[in-house]
């Protein structure tokens, strides 16, 4: 059996993650498809550079493709699902996006509707690239996982089968950003706090000697700004699942908060991190 | 003028911190009072090992002390000033509790009733010892916190005055414990979720490959289940200072609510780290 065999892939959306993980399926030897009906030059111009081809309109999309990557903004996972299942869409559609294990069986089941098999996807690091192959993972779980892996692996992009039902790649993308994405917005949020108290400058000096990292870490926010954007939706997708398995929300309640002020920010390069960033956490 | 006068100073309690406050103050050259009125053998000893003199009744340690620390859990912190107050103690009192500015405020405004100058202060790191000198941080604020810190230097503690006003010292220690303990809490709970959700085995070996020391952090939260009943009200007390400053309280909330399910490990020496310890969050 060839370890890699070709397929043809729909990618639902040519974002920055979803061109270079169509890009890796290129590499891996797939033909990716993707739909630039009300999508924007940049986006157009990724998806060229990532060698995906435009088939213009959803509906060709839906009849050529065998499987279909669903990669976009938290908050837009239903609405993608429900746009292929509209289209009585019946191979294999794969859900990458960071939301809950509820939200993701939900998926599963609007798509199982009109006949689709389900593989639930979560994707951890930044978008794959050739320069670093390996760097980032993308976890699948369903009884068609290990299908969606032989063709997707190839390329920069590490595939993982989780030998587990739907829901369970995107429980372990909640666990993983529930630390970093939370741990990100408390940091800027307990600087806004210091500020506001007038404790800044004496809280970056016993930084300095306990909490060497801190700074460091807290500079480099200015990336999670401009994300932000993105993360409120992802934010809360990690509280309901905390909540739906009994633990308290409030982290990432919180956590979305912080984000949601920062949306302001939203794919600006030169976002400011640090106290910088903090200071707009702030409100009258 | 001597750098180090020496005082009388009224130490309110010796528990594991307060005895080594009290040590610390003793290296100093002042007479460290306490009281061994309803306390347990456990404190006499320390209290003993740590020279300071038992004047048995709380009334003695009043009328003798020219300055009174107060050193115990966040939630126990009015009740010291109010037994203080009720006494007619006029001089200077130090708040040394991890609580927030507000209560600071609350705690200085009843000492004040009777006369008494309130001084705001915050501990920062474990009990301090002659063996790491300077590894602990007492910060003080307020008009009288450079007289204080004359008194207390010249043992292992380092003490540090803030020039600002009360409130500032409880904020600080706010900012800083909002980030040490919160992060302690929300990794617990991340994973707790892990477990629940069945994929423990993926995030560490997730982990591993891209947060290195999650796992070895993890494991050396035994020792922060031992104090999770302190920090129950210490989360509360952060929690409060974010609403009051227009932040969100909720990683605060979350993160009392992950030490309230760890009360059970009270000061217990081989209480468990890691998932061994988030296994105890999990309600059915």
Redesign the interface.
Same mark, same amino acid.
């Given at each position: 059996m060839n370890p890699h065999p070709t397929t043809t892939i729909g990618l639902l959306n040519p974002g920055a993650m979803g061109a270079a993980v169509g890009a890796s399926a290129v590499a891996a030897g797939a033909q990716v498809l993707w739909v630039s009906e009300d999508r924007s030059d940049a986006t157009y111009e990724r998806a060229k550079a990532a060698g995906l081809q435009d088939v213009a309109w959803l509906n060709a999309l839906v009849n050529q493709s065998r499987i279909i990557l669903s990669i976009c903004p938290p908050h837009a996972a239903m609405d993608v699902a429900e746009s292929v299942r509209m289209l009585g869409y019946e191979r294999i559609f794969v859900d990458c996006n960071a939301v809950s294990?509820e939200t993701a069986r939900k998926v599963g089941e609007m798509v199982g509707q009109v006949g689709a098999d389900f593989v639930d996807g979560g994707i951890? +690091?930044g978008p794959p690239s050739a320069d670093r192959p390996g760097a980032t993972?993308l976890?699948l779980s369903g009884e068609e996982a290990p299908r969606v892996a032989r063709y997707l692996s190839g390329g920069p992009l590490d595939v993982i089968v989780?030998d587990?039902p739907v +829901?369970?790649a995107s !429980?372990?993308k909640?666990?993983?950003a529930?630390?970093?994405k &939370?741990?990100s917005?408390? /940091?800027a949020?307990?600087?806004? /706090?210091?500020i506001?108290?007038?404790?800044m400058d004496?809280?970056e000096q016993?930084?300095s000697?306990?909490?060497p990292r801190?700074m460091a870490q807290s500079e480099g926010l200015g990336g999670a700004a401009a994300k932000a954007w993105r993360w409120v939706g992802e934010m809360e997708e990690i509280a309901a699942?905390?909540e739906s398995? &009994?633990?308290? +929300? +409030?982290?990432h309640?919180? !956590?979305a908060?912080?984000y949601r002020r920062m949306e302001q920010f939203k794919d600006d390069p030169n976002a400011p991190g640090g106290p910088e960033l903090a200071k707009h956490?702030?409100?009258?």
């Amino acid at each position: 059996m060839n370890p890699h065999p070709t397929t043809t892939i729909g990618l639902l959306n040519p974002g920055a993650m979803g061109a270079a993980v169509g890009a890796s399926a290129v590499a891996a030897g797939a033909q990716v498809l993707w739909v630039s009906e009300d999508r924007s030059d940049a986006t157009y111009e990724r998806a060229k550079a990532a060698g995906l081809q435009d088939v213009a309109w959803l509906n060709a999309l839906v009849n050529q493709s065998r499987i279909i990557l669903s990669i976009c903004p938290p908050h837009a996972a239903m609405d993608v699902a429900e746009s292929v299942r509209m289209l009585g869409y019946e191979r294999i559609f794969v859900d990458c996006n960071a939301v809950s294990p509820e939200t993701a069986r939900k998926v599963g089941e609007m798509v199982g509707q009109v006949g689709a098999d389900f593989v639930d996807g979560g994707i951890i +690091g930044g978008p794959p690239s050739a320069d670093r192959p390996g760097a980032t993972r993308l976890y699948l779980s369903g009884e068609e996982a290990p299908r969606v892996a032989r063709y997707l692996s190839g390329g920069p992009l590490d595939v993982i089968v989780l030998d587990a039902p739907v +829901g369970a790649a995107s !429980a372990l993308k909640m666990a993983y950003a529930g630390w970093t994405k &939370g741990t990100s917005a408390l /940091l800027a949020a307990i600087e806004a /706090l210091a500020i506001r108290e007038g404790v800044m400058d004496a809280l970056e000096q016993e930084w300095s000697k306990s909490q060497p990292r801190l700074m460091a870490q807290s500079e480099g926010l200015g990336g999670a700004a401009a994300k932000a954007w993105r993360w409120v939706g992802e934010m809360e997708e990690i509280a309901a699942t905390f909540e739906s398995n &009994g633990l308290p +929300g +409030g982290f990432h309640e919180a !956590a979305a908060e912080v984000y949601r002020r920062m949306e302001q920010f939203k794919d600006d390069p030169n976002a400011p991190g640090g106290p910088e960033l903090a200071k707009h956490l702030l409100r009258d």
